[in-house]
Every structure is written in C-alpha cells, then in structure tokens.
C-alpha cells in the first residue's frame, strides 16, 4: 500500500504528519509527503521533516504560480490547461518530479483541498481512493472542496472532470468527529489524538520550545486586512476597546499581517511558533481568545478537548454580510453545544455589549 499526503498550510502538515504516525506508520505503509513552498518556515519544515525518516519521499514543491497571476484571459487560460494536462501540473509546481513516475504509484491520496497539483495526482492514479484530511474550520461546516472555487471554476471542472470533479473524497479524517458536520465526504473518521510519541516527533519538526507558558490573559487574534478598509477599521475598533487591559493582552498577528504599528501598545506574540502545537502545552481555562471568527478559537476544543473562553466579534464587523454572520452563528452555536461550560461561548451584538462581557470577565 502507498499513500500520498499533500499539504499547503503548517496545520496541514500537523495533522497529515499525525495522521500517518498513528493510522498507517505501524501498518508498514509507504508513503510520500508533498508540501507547498508558500507559507513561512516550509523550506524548514521540510529539511526537518527529512531527518525523521518517516516517509518514503519528501517532496517541496513550487507555489502554482497561475494562481498568483492577474485577473484575466492569460490566467484563465493557464489554469485550464494545468487542469487539462496532469504532466504539465506536475512541472509546473516541481521541476525535480518525473511526472510519468508518479502514474499509477499511490493507492491512497490524502489533501486538505482540491488544487491543480492534486487534481493531476488523482488523474495519474485513477485507482487510487481519495481522502479529505483536517483543515480546521472548513473541514467541519459546509464542502470544503466544493467550495473552493467561482461558478466559473466549478462549471469548468464538472465538464473537464477535472478540479472539485476529478473525484469525490470517499472518506474525511478530522480531528474530531463528533462535531463534524461536513458535506464533503460521506464517511467521517476520528483522527487519533496526538501522543508524547508524536508530540516528540511534531516538537521537532516544527521546532517548538519544550516548554511555553502565556503570561497574558486575553489573546486577541489579529485578521490582515489584505486591502480592505473595512477589516482595516474593525481592528482598530477592537484595539481601542482592549486598550483598557493592555497589560492583559497578548496580540497573536496573523501570518499575512503587515500592519504592526496599530499593537503597538500591546506585547506582541511574535514567535512563529504553531499555534496548533503551542495549544497543547498551555493552560487555557482561564484564558480568553477573542477573533471575529478563527479557526484558531476552535483549535483548543477541536483538538485537544479544551476549554478557553471565547469572544467572537463578527458582528460588531462591518466586512461581513447577513448571510456570513447567519453561518458564521451556526459554527459557533454547534461549538456552544459541544462545550462543558456553555457560557465561556460569547457573541456580542454591538460595542457596549463587547465592553460589558470583557468588564465582567476581567
């Protein structure tokens, strides 16, 4: 049996690395691991992964550069044919890989999502069962794959067969099943909890301190702008609501934050370290994560079956519409339903709201 992993994101590495350790490594089964160079520290990641000998191959590929490319006829065209041509999606994110090596070489596919480069895996490998791993919040609600794309996206893949139609995920493995409501995959499997085993292994590869302690006790997770004025200006309302407990708070920036100036007040989490893996070593009872809505949030309860408080700030955004704060309060109320103590779940409605809930905590 060989199993192929494809992993874009540090949390997917996480995961598909502890998925292999505690589900198919003891059964003796090869696999291969693929991660996209496009998030910091991969390269890293990558060489350290290598030392752990666990995989038959590591491969580090290439960003899909088509995906970064303008708007425009060009982009459309250069997309299409990845899809259309799997040999052309191999070379065109690695130029180390034989695409004809990789034809009929895997029984098993693992990924997060559908890209150009999986999509090509699975034409390469008609007989190979495809499988969705855990990708945190859009692995729980909705159809991750489905979702991926545009109606223009989606009607080109349902005619090529190609992209979100180049195979229905048979099974998804998620972190925790109970509260997986996914649309993606008609069988849903529990993923063993991470163990000292794996945590020696993940310590290493992501090169986390052996022990971490938080001495603030509200995290603000920051959102990046990416542009937009209107996020822009949610945050900074927030700053000036948490301002009151500047010595209380920690700012964790998101990866693709470059606005630091606005925390400049606040101790900032500058670490690097993988939040997925700093969870596991920390005290989070009393401890208060506030986001309009992360993945983050959820990671605690998700993985590792603790309890922080939460503050969801969605609605007091003006970035998000109706129908995104309606599915946004359907995430959050299944967390709520899943939570010992049900009032660590908070939704403010407006800013007073938001004051009084942290005035009342603190």
Same mark, same amino acid.
């Given at each position: ?7 874009? /994101? ?6 598909? $690395? ?20 496009? *998030? ?11 030392? +752990? ?11 899909? +550069?088509?995906? !970064? ?9 250069? $997309?299409?044919?990845? @899809? ?16 004809? #090596? ?7 596919? *693992? ?7 999986? #999509?090509?895996?699975? =034409? ?5 069962? *495809? ?13 991750? $794959? ?14 090529? =067969?190609?992209?979100?139609?180049? =195979? ?10 109970? &509260? ?7 069988? !849903? ?8 085993? !794996? ?5 290493? $590869?992501?090169?986390?301190? +052996? ?20 996020? +822009? ?11 009151? @407990? =500047? ?36 005290? &989070?009872?009393? &401890? ?10 959820? /990671?605690?309860?998700?993985? *590792? ?8 700030? @969605? ?48």
């Amino acid at each position: 049996m060989k199993l192929a992993f494809v992993c874009d /994101t540090p949390y997917q590495v996480l995961t598909a $690395v502890n998925l292999y350790w505690t589900s198919f490594y003891a059964e003796k089964q090869t696999a291969d691991l693929y991660i996209v160079d496009q *998030f910091k520290d991969a390269r890293k990641i990558y060489n350290n992964i290598v030392k +752990e000998n666990l995989f038959d191959n590591v491969y580090l590929l290439n960003r899909e +550069e088509n995906r !970064f490319m303008p708007s425009g006829i060009k982009r459309y065209i250069k $997309v299409a044919y990845s @899809y259309l041509n799997p040999v052309h999606a191999i070379n065109n994110q690695s130029k180390e890989i034989k695409p004809q #090596s990789l034809k009929n070489r895997y029984d098993k596919i *693992f990924s997060s999502v559908m890209t150009c480069f999986v #999509s090509a895996l699975i =034409k390469l490998n008609k007989k190979a069962e *495809f499988s969705l791993f855990d990708d945190g919040l859009g692995s729980y609600y909705g159809d991750i $794959v489905y979702n991926g794309g545009g109606i223009a996206y989606r009607c080109f893949s349902k005619i090529t =067969k190609t992209g979100i139609y180049a =195979k229905r995920a048979e099974k998804l493995y998620v972190n925790n099943k109970e &509260m997986c409501q996914s649309k993606a995959a008609d069988i !849903f499997i529990q993923i063993p909890k991470m163990d000292d085993s !794996f945590f020696e292994i993940a310590n290493r $590869v992501f090169s986390l301190k +052996e022990s971490i302690s938080e001495n603030k006790r509200i995290i603000f997770l920051s959102q990046p702008s990416t542009g937009l004025q209107t996020i +822009e200006n949610d945050m900074q309302r927030l700053v000036e609501i948490l301002r009151v @407990y =500047k010595d209380n708070v920690t700012v964790r920036l998101h990866p693709r934050e470059i606005n630091y100036e606005k925390y400049k007040e606040f101790q900032l989490d500058t670490s690097g370290e993988l939040w997925e893996l700093k969870v596991s070593k920390m005290d &989070m009872d009393d &401890m208060i994560l506030i986001a309009a809505h992360s993945t983050a949030q959820i /990671t605690p309860k998700v993985i *590792f079956d603790k309890e922080p408080s939460l503050i969801f700030t @969605y609605y007091l955004s003006t970035a998000y519409t109706d129908i995104e704060k309606k599915a946004f309060d359907d995430i959050s109320n299944n967390l709520k339903d899943h939570y010992r103590d049900k009032r660590k779940i908070m939704i403010p409605k407006d800013e007073n709201e938001l004051k009084l809930l942290l005035k009342g905590l603190m």
